[in-house]
């Protein structure tokens, strides 16, 4: 039997430019189907400054190389 557990974590994004947006983001991981759960926008840097939004992400766990892959997207605010 596997057990859902909570995910909770922090991400950088960065662009070509060196500008940055920060996230968090909580979910669900280890139980049936694909682990899953909100990011959230918390900041940015340079061109995303004030930046404010949020987007569902959805990871497949378990690759042969103990990998996951993800899919992530977000809809966004800037001022």
Known sequence: DMVTKTNRGYCA???PDGD???????GKIGGPGLDHGINT????TGKY????????WE????LPNGGNVCRQSFEYELP
Do not use: A, N
């Not at 940055?20 to 909580?26: D, G, N, Q, Y």
């Open 13 to 15: 994004w960065g662009d």
């Open 20 to 26: 940055r947006i920060f996230t968090s983001f909580t």
């Open 41 to 44: 926008i918390t900041g940015g």
């Open 49 to 56: 400054e004030g930046i404010t939004g949020s987007g569902p």
């Open 59 to 62: 990871c497949e766990p378990f």
